[in-house]
């Protein structure tokens, strides 16, 4: 009798349980799950460059992700591949409401294409508001990093409250040995998180890498282009030890594009590999830190 009356008290407890719990939504079923999505891979990758606009684009990205052992990206937009009108950034929103969690979005607006503060967070906000989680990748043309037209979107993002990738080469976001016009930048606005990215890396071996971002709470770097374009790629002792020394402020990226759908990886997958780096380490550069940056957002971007 007792244990009929304990299994049958169990039951009970079930079915009220079951009544308690609500139903998922039909969206919430159409959309992969975070949990779902940690499953497809070890890396997040923070930069790539990937068509968005037309309908199926986010697929073969999907497709790509789990060809290359990635769980989550994050895809900044070109000129090329941005929508261009009203039609193809509501498919481009709709393409993204379909992988949340997984494939997600920067923004961008260059620096001729607002004349003013108050314009400038309006266009960043309205790419907030709809899904963006940061602004870039960031290319200053014919400009110091510092120049007065790229620090008004600089204040934009902080005020809106968006990190900023920023490329660096000698014709864009230009500087001077030591970086000093970064200088300028990041105590100017420390309360916006900047990421750097290309010829940040030419800086490593005097020192300049190390010192910033070990001074600048606000400055972090991804680790594309490094493989091919920095002492990264020629010696993996240097490598290793400066990815330890430098763990919290680190992200993987690749830099692969829709030039890279049936290629060979970027050379970054096997750089991660060959430095065998401790476990926690590794964990930061290649989930963690960008994780701690780009949380998953919880609501629904507004269209």
Same mark, same amino acid.
Request: with cysteine.
């Given at each position: 009798m007792i244990g009929s009356k304990f299994i049958g008290n169990c039951w009970i407890c079930l079915a009220v349980a079951l009544l308690r719990c609500p139903a998922a939504s039909a969206e919430d079923a159409a959309r992969p799950s975070e949990q779902t999505a940690a499953e497809h891979g070890v890396f997040v990758d923070a930069h790539v460059h990937f068509f968005d606009r037309q309908k199926g684009d986010l697929a073969k990205v999907d497709a790509w992700m789990k060809q290359n052992d990635v769980q989550r990206v994050i895809n900044h937009p070109l000129a090329q591949s941005r929508p261009r009108n009203d039609d193809e950034r509501k498919q481009m929103l709709e393409n993204y409401a379909q992988y949340r969690g997984r494939i997600e979005r920067f923004c961008i607006v260059f620096p001729d294409e607002v004349s003013s503060l108050e314009e400038a967070v309006a266009a960043l906000t309205k790419e907030k508001d709809s899904g963006a989680i940061g602004f870039g990748e960031h290319y200053g043309v014919g400009m110091y990093i510092d120049d007065p037209k790229n620090m008004r979107l600089y204040e934009a993002c902080s005020k809106v409250g968006l990190p900023v990738m920023f490329h660096m080469d000698k014709n864009k976001n230009m500087d001077e040995k030591g970086l000093p016009h970064l200088e300028i930048v990041l105590k100017k606005y420390p309360g916006c998180t900047? @990421?750097?990215?290309?010829?940040?890396? =030419?800086?490593?071996?005097?020192?300049?890498?190390?010192?910033?971002?070990?001074?600048?709470?606000?400055?972090? *770097?991804? @680790? !594309?282009?490094?493989?091919?374009?920095?002492?990264?790629?020629?010696?993996?002792?240097?490598?290793?030890?400066? @990815?330890?020394?430098?763990?919290? =402020?680190?992200?993987?990226? !690749?830099? !692969?594009?829709?030039?890279?759908?049936?290629?060979?990886? *970027?050379?970054?997958?096997?750089?991660? =590999?060959?430095?065998?780096?401790? *476990?926690?380490? =590794?964990?930061?550069?290649?989930?963690?830190? *960008?994780?701690?940056?780009?949380?998953?957002?919880?609501e629904n971007p507004r269209k």
């Amino acid at each position: 009798m007792i244990g009929s009356k304990f299994i049958g008290n169990c039951w009970i407890c079930l079915a009220v349980a079951l009544l308690r719990c609500p139903a998922a939504s039909a969206e919430d079923a159409a959309r992969p799950s975070e949990q779902t999505a940690a499953e497809h891979g070890v890396f997040v990758d923070a930069h790539v460059h990937f068509f968005d606009r037309q309908k199926g684009d986010l697929a073969k990205v999907d497709a790509w992700m789990k060809q290359n052992d990635v769980q989550r990206v994050i895809n900044h937009p070109l000129a090329q591949s941005r929508p261009r009108n009203d039609d193809e950034r509501k498919q481009m929103l709709e393409n993204y409401a379909q992988y949340r969690g997984r494939i997600e979005r920067f923004c961008i607006v260059f620096p001729d294409e607002v004349s003013s503060l108050e314009e400038a967070v309006a266009a960043l906000t309205k790419e907030k508001d709809s899904g963006a989680i940061g602004f870039g990748e960031h290319y200053g043309v014919g400009m110091y990093i510092d120049d007065p037209k790229n620090m008004r979107l600089y204040e934009a993002c902080s005020k809106v409250g968006l990190p900023v990738m920023f490329h660096m080469d000698k014709n864009k976001n230009m500087d001077e040995k030591g970086l000093p016009h970064l200088e300028i930048v990041l105590k100017k606005y420390p309360g916006c998180t900047f @990421i750097a990215h290309s010829d940040w890396w =030419k800086n490593l071996e005097d020192g300049t890498c190390d010192r910033l971002l070990q001074t600048y709470p606000n400055l972090y *770097a991804d @680790i !594309s282009c490094t493989a091919k374009r920095s002492r990264f790629g020629r010696d993996n002792k240097f490598a290793r030890e400066f @990815i330890i020394r430098n763990a919290d =402020k680190l992200l993987f990226g !690749s830099d !692969s594009g829709w030039w890279s759908f049936g290629k060979e990886q *970027a050379p970054e997958f096997s750089l991660v =590999k060959q430095l065998d780096l401790p *476990a926690e380490t =590794k964990a930061k550069l290649l989930v963690e830190n *960008a994780s701690k940056l780009f949380p998953i957002r919880r609501e629904n971007p507004r269209k």
